[in-house]
Every structure is written in structure tokens, then in C-alpha cells.
């Protein structure tokens, strides 16, 4: 059987092998910008077994471009799972020219040699055509300590 040329490297990309996989630098470095902090108010947690329910009651989110209330109604739904903890958040924003923004996230929180590591995943949803662009963004939230609050910095990915 006679391999064609694109045919041979699409075998040899299968099978790891090749030029490619041998590149172990990335093609560009991970860029961020500031987007806004968000300080959240939680009461107790619920226990639910492996899992516990934190209720959202408020808060706040302010940045450069953006800046509002937390709405009451939300939850963090934090799960023990084999050595680190998962989270799972969906809260309300409402913006002070009155938007309103679904944000979601999940998230990890483990203890290691460094410290704690308590990252997040947010993703967003409105109607608004001021904030779409929050529609179209990766972001990546890290947690920053306020006594009595759960708060992030949240980055957009560029």
C-alpha cells in the first residue's frame, strides 16, 4: 500500500511522531487583563453530605469597565472530592446603569506546597448590548482574601 504524503503525517500526528511534537514552547505567552472584583456576602453553608450549599446574599463587582450589585438568590455548591474541593457558583450581577448578568462559574481549591490554590472559571450571559463582550471572553478568576466575604479578581484571557 502506497502512503501519500498527507496521508503518511496524518499518520505520523496520530502516533505522536513528527516535527510538532517535538515544539514544547508555546506560540505566544498567556496574556490577561483586569476585568473587576467581585466581593460576594454568604451565609452559613448547608450540609448536603459531600457536598455543601453556601447561599449567595449579595455583594458587589466593580472594574475599569463595569460595576454593580450582587443579587441575593444565588448559591456555591462546594464538593470534597479526592484531595482538592470543586465548586460550582451561579449568581446574579445587576450593573449600576441597571444590566443584568448571569455569571456562573466552577472552580478548584487545594492545599499544596505553595499554599492554597483557589481558581476559577467564570462564564457570562446578558442581553445587554453594552456588556456583550463579556458574552465573548475567557476569563479566569483567583481568589484574594476579605475578611468575612468570598472575593476574586477576574481576569479576561486575550
Not at 498567556?30 to 457536598?51: P, R
Not at 472594574?63 to 444565588?74: C, F, L, M, R
Not at 445587554?128 to 475567557?138: A, M, Q, R, T
Request: hydrophobic share 40%.
Amino acid at each position: 500500500m502506497k502512503l501519500t504524503k498527507i496521508s503518511a503525517m496524518a499518520l505520523a500526528a496520530l502516533m505522536g511522531v513528527g516535527e510538532m511534537a517535538s515544539a514544547q514552547t508555546p506560540a505566544s505567552p498567556l496574556e490577561s487583563e483586569f476585568l473587576f472584583e467581585v466581593v460576594l456576602d454568604v451565609d452559613a453553608q448547608l450540609d448536603a453530605g459531600h457536598t455543601s450549599i453556601a447561599p449567595v446574599t449579595g455583594g458587589t463587582f466593580s472594574g475599569p469597565n463595569i460595576k454593580g450589585t450582587v443579587h441575593a438568590g444565588g448559591a456555591d455548591w462546594i464538593t470534597q472530592v479526592s484531595g482538592h474541593t470543586s465548586l460550582d457558583v451561579r449568581i446574579t450581577l445587576e450593573t449600576d446603569d441597571g444590566a443584568i448578568i448571569f455569571m456562573s462559574y466552577t472552580g478548584v481549591v487545594s492545599r499544596g506546597d505553595t499554599g492554597l490554590y483557589w481558581r476559577v472559571r467564570p462564564i457570562f450571559q446578558t442581553a445587554s448590548e453594552k456588556y456583550d463582550w463579556l458574552n465573548h471572553v475567557v476569563c479566569v478568576g483567583k481568589n484574594k482574601q476579605v475578611p468575612g466575604k468570598v472575593a476574586y479578581d477576574i481576569f479576561g484571557i486575550l
